[in-house]
């Protein structure tokens, strides 16, 4: 009876088989490269995403100022003009600088700077002009 037990000890084909090929290898390495090949998608194909497509709004916005202190605000959609020529003030041009970045604050702020500068010569000269005017009133009033 011992030649039967020896036969069914050794199952048919397990002889024959290489390790690798049959998945029972000495470490479970050769055994996931051996299958990884077939578990990966064809070049060609693509699984398809889940997550929703994030879509992007182009917007530009030009703000333009003059030394005499007028400011204007464009807004562009992509290629279509959704404002143009909107007055903005002075003091709201240089909040935003503020909040978008310190050296765009510090650009924004020498033009304003320089209009409040001519702004206030302008405003001497006319104080000035408006005393020579009352005085002129004066004599004439004296004369009179």
Excluded: C, F, Y
Excluded at 100 to 106: D, G, N, Y
């Amino acid at each position: 009876m011992t030649a039967p037990t020896a036969e069914a000890a050794s199952a048919p084909g397990d002889e024959e088989v290489p390790a690798s090929t049959n998945g029972q290898g000495t470490n479970g390495s050769e055994a996931a490269e051996a299958v990884e090949p077939e578990e990966k998608p064809k070049r060609g194909t693509r699984t398809k995403s889940t997550a929703k497509k994030t879509r992007t709004v182009e917007l530009t916005l030009t703000v333009t100022g003059t030394l005499d202190g007028n400011w204007q605000a464009d807004l562009m959609h992509g290629t279509t003009r959704v404002v143009q020529g909107l007055s903005v003030p002075a003091a709201a041009v240089a909040k935003a600088a503020q909040e978008l970045h310190p050296e765009i604050a510090e650009k924004i702020a020498e033009v304003i700077n320089a209009a409040r500068e001519q702004h206030e010569s302008r405003l001497r000269e006319l104080e000035a002009e408006v005393a020579k005017v009352k005085q002129a009133l004066a004599d004439l009033g004296e004369d009179a």
